[in-house]
Structure formats: structure tokens, C-alpha cells
């Protein structure tokens, strides 16, 4: 079992984990080899200590640098939930096994688009934010299929080669998906109704479809989908000083805790989030 589970690699978990590979703990961090999306968008940042006037991209290749240096793994997965136990918390990515640790420091960011309409609250009832976990339910059957990134087109394609027919409504340029079974929606998804067998996509245009089941594929989801159980303030988890959240052991960092969405801000909490870690850790042994 680890002390801590850090997840997401933007700025503010990036400064948890180098504090807490300073301070010798045993840790597993969960993101992307390539760190932050925002931060590789980044045209200038002018306000970080250090850094004068740099590009996001020369920012991340500053951290990759260090990261490195110190001998810091990031464990390149797609966390998918996070579930409190008596005295530890249960990771899951994907279909694997469950990772425990004692505590979870959560550094997910902000979503940058807002939830569809109906898709939180038919979370487990026809909506799944993982294809390798739940596609062999929908062998043979009808889908949808929302995705925000092209980093997801292999997953498509995955579900592709289970269901019958997937209705693909793809929010970006270029998909690679070539799938004889895959419907490009020349529309977006609206507003997403659950049904005991069948569920219902509408699409802005107004078009109803059924389908059986519908995968919501991207890069950031609700804390209270990810997290059950936490509590959030105006759309962001609420946090103490400490960075503590309302549940023990569980920490949160970085944009996720609300604005100013600030490096600046993200580094400094993320290092406060990992030494409320430490503390923690040692006062419940």
C-alpha cells in the first residue's frame, strides 16, 4: 500500500510530488507523461517566479527536467475512481485491479467544458466514462460515443470492434477512427436521457437517438463522479487552508480548489496539500 495517491500532473501535482519525494515518502502519481494540456497550450506565462516571459511548452520541459532528476515515475493512467475505505482509499483505472493508499491528493484541474446535460446523473445507469471497463457489456448492441481529444481514438475504436453500431460524436479535427460500424454526428450531443434499457441522446439539432449505452471520453470529469462522497463549493472542491477536503486522508490542490487558475497558486497548494499529507500520515499511524 502507498502513502499517497497524487492525481493529475499539472502544476500543482507536480509540486506535491517533488515534496514528498523530498520528504522520502512512498507515493504513486497518476497522469501524463506529457504533464498538463493547459500548460503545453500555454502561448506566455509572465507571472511565475523564475521564469521570465517563457512558453508553456518550455515551462513543461523546465518540470520534465526536474521531475527527472529527482527519479520520479508517473504511472500513465486514466484514474476513474476514487473510493474511501475504514482507513485507506481504493484507485481504480480502467479494468485493473484497485491501487490502495492512505491518502489521495487530487490535482485534477478544472473542466474546461461543462458536463452534458443528464450526463452526471446517468453515471451507472447508461453513461460510462471508461471503454475498457464496460465495452463487453455493449457487445453486439447500439452506442453513443462523445470524445474531446484524439488521444481517444483508440478507445473508439475499441468499442467499435464490440458494438454493433456506434454513433460517434467527435469534438475535434482528424479522428483516425475508420471503423465500418461508426456513424460520424455532424451535430453535437445536447442532453442525455437514461432509460431502463434503452437511452436517449439528443442532439442540439434536436435529433433523438437510442441506443443502448453512452461513453463520455475525456480528460477531466466532475469531483463528485470521480470522488463519491465529496463536497463541493460553486462547481469546485471545497478545501480548508490545509487543503483538506471533507473526507479524511483526502487532500485537493491546484484549479480544481477554485480560482485565481494560476500556476503560481497551483504550485503553492500543491505543496501545502503533500506536508497536510505528511502530518496526517504521522498522527494516524
Known amino acids: 500500500m502507498y502513502d499517497v495517491a497524487i492525481i493529475g500532473t499539472g502544476a500543482a501535482g507536480i509540486s506535491a510530488a517533488l515534496t514528498l519525494k523530498q520528504l522520502n515518502k512512498n507515493f504513486i502519481w497518476f497522469g501524463s507523461d506529457n504533464l498538463s494540456f493547459k500548460i503545453n497550450k500555454a502561448e506566455k506565462i509572465r507571472n511565475y517566479p523564475g521564469l521570465i516571459g517563457v512558453s508553456g511548452e518550455e515551462m513543461r520541459d523546465v518540470f520534465k527536467k526536474q521531475i527527472k532528476e529527482m527519479g520520479i515515475e508517473i504511472t500513465n493512467k486514466m484514474v476513474t475512481g476514487v473510493y474511501k475505505g475504514d482507513d485507506k482509499y481504493s484507485i481504480l483505472c480502467g479494468n485493473d485491479d484497485a491501487i490502495e493508499a492512505k491518502t489521495v491528493i487530487l490535482t485534477t484541474g478544472v473542466l474546461i467544458n461543462k458536463p452534458i446535460k443528464g450526463e452526471v446523473e446517468a453515471v451507472g445507469s447508461g453513461v460510462s466514462y471508461c471503454a475498457t471497463c464496460d465495452g463487453f457489456l455493449y457487445k453486439d448492441k447500439e452506442i453513443a460515443v462523445y470524445s474531446e481529444s484524439k ?8 468499442l467499435a470492434s464490440l458494438a454493433s453500431k456506434v454513433y460517434f460524436f467527435c469534438n475535434y479535427k482528424d479522428s483516425n477512427v475508420s471503423n465500418s460500424n461508426v456513424i460520424f454526428m455532424d451535430d453535437k450531443m445536447q442532453e442525455i436521457k437514461p432509460g431502463l434499457k434503452q437511452k436517449t441522446v439528443i442532439t442540439k439539432k434536436g435529433e433523438e437517438i437510442k441506443v443502448n449505452g453512452i461513453f463520455i471520453l475525456k480528460s477531466s470529469y466532475s469531483p463528485s463522479v470521480l470522488v463519491p462522497g465529496i463536497e463541493e463549493l460553486d462547481n469546485h472542491i471545497k478545501v480548508t487552508r490545509k487543503m483538506e477536503t471533507n473526507m479524511k486522508g483526502l487532500f485537493a490542490a491546484g484549479d480544481c480548489t477554485g480560482r485565481p487558475y494560476q500556476y503560481a497558486k497551483a504550485v503553492g497548494e500543491g505543496n501545502v496539500a503533500a506536508h497536510s ?7 494516524n499511524k
Open 151 to 158: 488521444e481517444y481514438d483508440h478507445e473508439v475504436s475499441y
Open 277 to 283: 499529507v505528511v502530518e496526517y500520515l504521522a498522527l
